[in-house]
Structure formats: C-alpha cells, structure tokens
C-alpha cells in the first residue's frame, strides 16, 4: 500500500493533467502487449501486425515483456525516478540506454499511429475529472479514481506490492490519466522524465467495453480509407464496392472473381451496373474481358462530393440501387 499524506495547502494545490505523453503510455502498453484483456484485442493484433514487420524489435519486446512487472523497472529508468519502490533491476536489458531506445522504438510502432484518438481519449478524462472538482469538490474526485484507491483522512490510500509513505510537504499532486495503465494507480515522485517535476499520481482511465472502441493504432489515413469503402458499401453494395477497389488495377472478369471469391457470371452482373452507372469501362482484350475505374468512380472511391465529380445519372443511380 502507498499512503500520500496531504496537508490542506497540497488539496489546494491538485492539479489535473491530460495524461504524460506517448512514451510513458507506450511504458505502460508493455504490460498489454503481454495480457489478454477483451478490449485491447484489436489493438494487441494491430501492434503485433506491425511488429512482424520488424523482426528485431518484435524479438527484444517479447524478450522483455515475458518478465512480469518489467514496466515497472523501464518507467523508473525513463522517469529517471529512483524514490519508486524497485527492488532489484529484474529486465533483461544490458543497459539503461537500450531501455529508452525500446521505449522509443515501441513508441513509434504502438503509440505513433493511433495517438489523436489515445490523447482525444485521455483529454475525455481530463476533463470528467475537472467536473467532479467542480462540482463535488477534490476529496470527491479523489475517492473517485478508482474502486481501489481511497481518501482516508488526509491520506489518500493506492494498492502496491510493497509499503511505502509519501509527504507531498507542500508541493501538492498533478493527476494524471492513462488509457493502457492496468494497475489501480502509479506513483511518480520525482519524475522530470515524464516532463513533471511534481510528484504525479497516473490512474487508468475508465473504460467501458460496452459502450467505447478501444483505438486500434491504425493510421489516420487507414481509418479514413477503410470508412469511406465501408460508406461505399452501404451506398453501391460491398460486392460492387470492392469489385471498384479492385479494379484500381486493370483486372479480368476471372481475375475479380478469384480476389472476390464469386463466380465470372456474378462478376459480370455486377460490372454492368457498375458500367451503366459510370464508374467502370470494359474492353475486350482476346478472350478475356478487361475493367478499369472510370475518372468519376475514382472520385468516388475517394470520397469526394458529387459536384466535385460530375453527378451520376439518374438511371445509373437507380441501377445502383438495386439488390
């Protein structure tokens, strides 16, 4: 158990801040990578997909994460704060240095890609929290951070492995939220690494899988290619909305039909409403039947309006609508 004793002056000094960066949130994803939560399902396969591209990095993090607690000993080295309870340095990392290079490169491959909507997700917090100060006062929002952390008296009370007193003497507490933080809450108390030299209290953010999309890591524009054939689909079909993304590269009636996994015979249904709508040309080229995507289904395969791209006809439109 952690005890933060507190005086009135550090009530009054609590700060709440939007969370303490990409790095120390990729810290505390060490300890996802290796869990099993529901919720960080998609993001777990989305990080391991990019991993796999780099062999390296994915052989020294499994090395790494497979000793449990090691988040632990990487945030005290990247904190630089050595009043944390560690014990003895259990990673099995030959150096500090090596440490920070990890949580960097970790950084860019799970953080990096997904981190507007992790900070977005974090800012949300944030500013819960500022309403609870608000409106019922700090002791509330402090009894309110999580099941396991209590205001006792003056003391506010965080579960931990080994016992141990902190006097805020005057300086008061910056709370801080995490989106991967597994544990009840951290206690930092020295930590300039993190960019805050008051001591920080950093608790997980609440999260309800009933209701909240845990984000992915995916790129912006992955997001944003993948919603627009998904708003394709619900506009043409999805069997005709990823006949036109297939058709970006010239391709065959056999062809589509292999990378749609339907028959030449439904690939040619498809293709000419396709084609009576504007959006595909087919040639004859000797016995096989070639299709490309017009200017105007290129438009819209990027979204773009249709005043921007020329409006479809209204029979083509109607063709389109049917089942």
Excluded at 95 to 112: G, K, N
Aim: proline content about 4%; charged content about 20%; overall charge positive.
């Amino acid at each position: 158990m952690i005890r933060i004793r507190m005086s009135a002056e550090d009530l009054t000094c609590i700060r709440i801040g939007s969370g303490l960066g990409p790095e120390i949130e990729a810290i505390f994803a060490l300890e996802v990578l290796r869990g099993s939560a529901n919720h960080f399902q998609a993001w777990r396969k989305g990080v391991r997909k990019r991993l796999s591209l780099q062999g390296d990095l994915a052989a020294r993090l499994d090395h790494l994460v497979r000793t449990p607690g090691v988040f632990r000993d990487v945030l005290r080295i990247w904190t630089g704060d050595h009043d944390m309870a560690s014990g003895e340095n259990t990673m099995p990392l030959r150096s500090h240095a090596e440490a920070r290079a990890l949580v960097r490169a970790f950084c860019r491959v799970a953080m990096a890609p997904g981190w507007p909507a992790i900070q977005a997700r974090i800012d949300a917090e944030t500013d819960a929290c500022r309403q609870i100060a608000g409106s019922a006062g700090v002791k509330t929002l402090l009894s309110s951070l999580h099941p396991r952390i209590r205001w006792q008296g003056r003391c506010l009370e965080i579960p931990a492995d080994e016992p141990s007193e902190v006097v805020l003497d005057g300086r008061g507490l910056v709370l801080a939220p995490s989106l991967f933080l597994q544990s009840a809450g951290e206690m930092l108390v020295n930590a300039e690494g993190a960019g805050n030299s008051v001591p920080t209290l950093v608790f997980p953010v609440r999260f309800d899988p009933r209701r909240e999309v845990l984000p992915t890591g995916e790129s912006d524009g992955a997001i944003a290619a993948r919603d627009r054939q998904q708003s394709l689909g619900a506009l043409v079909g999805r069997t005709r909305a990823a006949l036109l993304h297939a058709v970006l590269d010239e391709s065959t009636t056999s062809e589509l039909a292999e990378s749609l996994g339907v028959t030449a015979a439904a690939v040619s249904q498809h293709a000419a409403i396709l084609r009576s709508s504007g959006l595909i040309t087919s040639r004859r080229s000797g016995s096989s039947v070639l299709h490309t995507v017009t200017l105007l289904g290129l438009h819209l395969l990027r979204g773009e309006s249709a005043r921007q791209a020329g409006h479809l006809t209204a029979s083509g439109a109607r063709l389109m609508a049917r089942a």
